[in-house]
Nanobody
Framework: QVQLVESGGGLVQPGGSLRLSCAAS????????MNWYRQVPGKQREFVAA????????VAADPVKGRFTISRDNAKNTVYLQMNNLKPEDTAVYYC???????WGQGTQVNVSS
């Protein structure tokens, strides 16, 4: 079955960086677009970034544009989210999503605090 497993979250100071990973299995990863979302308790899940199946095109939400970069390695069935210049408002649970299958990972917590 489709499985997405996120990793790489943690506690980081403002201005710091983290790289999230999402390992995919159970489907043909190389033909699937992938997304990252995030959610803060009490708020709706928020789109962060998306990438096409071959990685030629990507888009990021305005709040993270210029700071976050989505990428993928189809040989490793993994999608990444490089997060730079982190801000306290980036604190959230980050989720990987395979939209074709409406599949979600379990999430990884990112805390940005001094």
């Amino acid at each position: 079955q489709v499985q997405l497993v996120e990793s790489g979250g943690g506690l980081v100071q403002p201005g710091g960086s983290l790289r999230l990973s999402c390992a995919a299995s159970g489907f043909t990863f190389s033909t699937s677009a992938m997304n990252w979302y995030r959610q803060v308790p009490g708020k709706q899940r928020e789109f962060v970034a998306a990438i096409t199946s071959v990685g030629g095109d990507s888009v990021a939400a305005d709040p993270v544009k210029g700071r976050f970069t989505i990428s993928r390695d189809n040989a490793k069935n993994t999608v990444y989210l490089q997060m730079n210049n982190l801000k306290p408002e980036d604190t959230a649970v980050y989720y990987c999503n395979a939209p074709r299958f409406n599949a979600w990972g379990q999430g990884t917590q990112v805390n940005v605090s001094s």
